[in-house]
């Protein structure tokens, strides 16, 4: 089996040092994480992680069942690329003064869809969104133009046969409800039960 790229989704709780935890798995397996990206889901409380990695589909299978025996994570899935829309945004800083005389530069953005978000004296920064490959094309378009400074951010996926998580976990609350919550006989009596 060779490697590909996968993107792992995992829908957790929202616990202090879990991705720390999660990322201890990737680095005893000696796999380099891509990209990682963290954020509220469609659900109230969980977070999704999406994280880019290339390796065997075999490992990727066990790494996504090794993930979900952390309890704060209720689950994990594993993509290839066909299977997910996804996208990077990108930003590049480049002077002002370069881009002012050259409209060549002007179609060039035009070209890309990328879009001004700030414009100053001294540079102007530039937003462009798509995948790796398009966000570094435009690096290599604006690099005769004195290409000052340039960030990508992490993936966002979706996986494009998905209903949802909070579809998920409906249907996983009606085959597995959970238990009544009972409450506390003694919980109006706490100044009879809690003295000295």
Same mark, same amino acid.
């Given at each position: 089996?060779?490697?590909?790229?996968?993107?792992?989704? &995992?829908?957790?709780?929202?616990?202090?040092?879990?991705?720390?935890?999660?990322?201890?798995?990737?680095?005893?397996?000696?796999?380099?994480?891509?990209?990682?990206?963290?954020?509220?889901?469609?659900?109230?409380?969980? !977070?999704?992680?999406?994280?880019?990695?290339?390796?065997?589909?075999? &490992? &990727?299978?066990?790494?996504?069942? @090794?993930?979900?025996?952390?309890?704060?994570?209720?689950?994990? +899935?594993?993509? $290839?690329? /066909?299977?997910?829309?996804?996208?990077?945004?990108?930003? +590049?800083?480049?002077? $002002?003064?370069?881009?002012?005389?050259?409209?060549? &530069?002007?179609?060039?953005?035009?070209?890309?869809?990328?879009?001004?978000?700030?414009?100053?004296? /001294? +540079?102007?920064?530039?937003?462009?969104?798509? !995948?790796?490959?398009? $966000?570094?094309?435009?690096?290599?378009?604006?690099?005769? +133009? @004195?290409?000052?400074?340039?960030?990508?951010?992490?993936?966002?996926?979706?996986?494009?046969?998905?209903?949802?998580? !909070?579809?998920?976990?409906?249907?996983?609350?009606?085959?597995?409800?959970?238990? /009544?919550?009972?409450?506390?006989?003694?919980?109006?009596? @706490?100044?009879?039960?809690?003295?000295?």
């Amino acid at each position: 089996m060779s490697k590909q790229e996968f993107t792992i989704t &995992v829908y957790t709780e929202n616990q202090i040092g879990l991705l720390n935890r999660i990322a201890i798995m990737f680095s005893r397996r000696k796999i380099n994480i891509e990209s990682l990206n963290t954020s509220p889901s469609e659900v109230e409380n969980i !977070h999704r992680f999406t994280i880019v990695i290339n390796e065997t589909e075999e &490992v &990727v299978r066990k790494l996504c069942r @090794q993930i979900e025996k952390q309890v704060e994570v209720l689950k994990a +899935y594993f993509n $290839t690329n /066909d299977e997910i829309v996804w996208q990077e945004m990108a930003l +590049y800083k480049v002077p $002002t003064d370069i881009i002012a005389e050259k409209v060549k &530069v002007e179609r060039l953005l035009r070209e890309f869809g990328a879009r001004a978000v700030v414009i100053r004296k /001294d +540079y102007t920064v530039f937003e462009a969104t798509g !995948h790796r490959e398009e $966000t570094e094309r435009l690096i290599k378009a604006l690099e005769p +133009y @004195q290409l000052i400074e340039f960030v990508r951010s992490a993936r966002v996926a979706i996986i494009k046969a998905s209903n949802g998580f !909070h579809e998920k976990l409906k249907e996983f609350e009606q085959t597995e409800p959970g238990e /009544d919550v009972i409450e506390n006989e003694f919980l109006d009596k @706490q100044d009879e039960v809690f003295t000295m």
